[in-house]
Each structure stands twice: as structure tokens, then as C-alpha cells.
Nanobody, 120 residues
Framework: QVQLVESGGGLVQPGGSLRLSCAASGSIRSINVMGWHRQAPGKERELIAAITGGGNTNYADSVKGRFTISRDNAKNTLYLQMNSLKPEDTAEYYC??????????????WGQGTQVTVSL
């Protein structure tokens, strides 16, 4: 069974930085896409950053230039470096994995979420 374990959330002042991590474990033949979603209170969940198996990245306009997504392929671990944080970045952040197992079946999986709060 594939699992995602997130870490790195917390409370930070505006202008500060945080780094989120997401470790994937289990029977994964190949990773197609990994990414980060976030959901603020009263708002819909949105995809803010993604990285393909080939290393191509994509960002939402709201985080472009401030957030950087990266992946350690050897460890199947995803990272999100968040700089110049703003109060509007406050949300629950979810790791996302689109992967293929040995039998060629593809799956979508989300982590349990980690809270990021940007406040004085």
C-alpha cells in the first residue's frame, strides 16, 4: 500500500520561509506527477505546484517566483520551499501523487495534510 507522509508545516511570520516535505513509500513502479495542493478555510482546494516524472514544473500564479517544488527521486520525496510567505498563504497543504504500480494500474493519492499559518 502506497503512503504519503507530510512534514514541515507550522507558524511563520510574513516574509518568512518554510519547507514542506512529502515522503512516498510502498509499491510504486513509476511516478507520473507529484504536486502540492492547498485549501484555505472557506475556499476550494487548489493545485499550486507540480513536478512531472521528467522533472518539468508548473506553478499557480499566486505562488510563482516565491515557491519552488523539487523532488529527490532516490528517496521518492517531494519538497516545497516556500519563501516570502504572505498571510494569504495560510492553508492546509496536501501532497499529491499520481503513480503507476507494477501491474500498470495508475492511481491518485493525497496526503493527510499539514497546516501552514502565516501570521504575526
Amino acid at each position: 500500500q502506497v503512503q504519503l507522509v507530510e512534514s514541515g508545516g507550522g507558524l511563520v511570520q510574513p516574509g518568512g520561509s518554510l519547507r514542506l516535505s512529502c515522503a512516498a513509500s510502498g509499491s510504486i513502479r513509476s511516478i507520473n506527477v507529484m504536486g502540492w495542493h492547498r485549501q484555505a478555510p472557506g475556499k476550494e482546494r487548489e493545485l499550486i505546484a507540480a513536478i512531472t516524472g521528467g522533472g518539468n514544473t508548473n506553478y499557480a500564479d499566486s505562488v510563482k517566483g516565491r515557491f519552488t517544488i523539487s523532488r529527490d527521486n532516490a528517496k521518492n520525496t517531494l519538497y516545497l520551499q516556500m519563501n516570502s510567505l504572505k498571510p494569504e498563504d495560510t492553508a492546509e497543504y496536501y501532497c499529491y501523487l499520481y503513480y503507476t504500480e507494477a501491474d500498470a494500474t495508475a492511481y491518485h493519492l493525497w496526503g493527510q495534510g499539514t497546516q501552514v499559518t502565516v501570521s504575526l
